[in-house]
């Protein structure tokens, strides 16, 4: 079955870095594009990052903070968080959407929390 452990996530004064991974098994990690998502207290869960065959994309408010990036030969997916604010504080998960013929799936790590806070 389908997993998702993510790791990395922790307390970050305003302006540092944290390093988040996920390492996946379950299913044929190279041929899935995979995302990072977050959910900030009291809102909906927001795309933050995904890498696909054809490239990675950014949320607006991440461009050039977040970079996504992927080790296929270990399964796992990084996001590097640089220049962190207080608003990126949150629970970050890591995601696989599988399509089939009936439609898609969502799968979902147990999520790592990220606090930027002085």
């Known amino acids: 079955q389908v997993q998702l452990v993510e790791s990395g996530g922790g307390l970050v004064q305003p302006g540092g870095s944290l390093r988040l991974s996920c390492v996946a098994s379950g299913f044929t990690f190279s041929r899935y594009a995979m995302s990072w998502y977050r959910q900030a207290p009291g809102k909906e869960r927001e795309l933050v990052a995904n890498?696909?065959?054809?490239?990675?994309n950014y949320a607006d408010s991440m461009k050039g903070r977040f970079t996504i990036s992927r080790d296929n030969a270990k399964n796992t997916v990084y996001l590097q968080m640089n220049s962190l604010k207080p608003e990126d504080t949150g629970v970050y998960y890591c995601?696989?959407?599988?399509?089939?013929?009936?439609?898609?799936?969502?799968?979902w790590g147990q999520g790592t929390q990220v606090t930027v806070s002085s």
């Open positions: 890498i696909t065959s054809a490239g990675v």
């Open positions: 995601n696989l959407r599988a399509y089939t013929l009936l439609g898609s799936r969502d799968y």
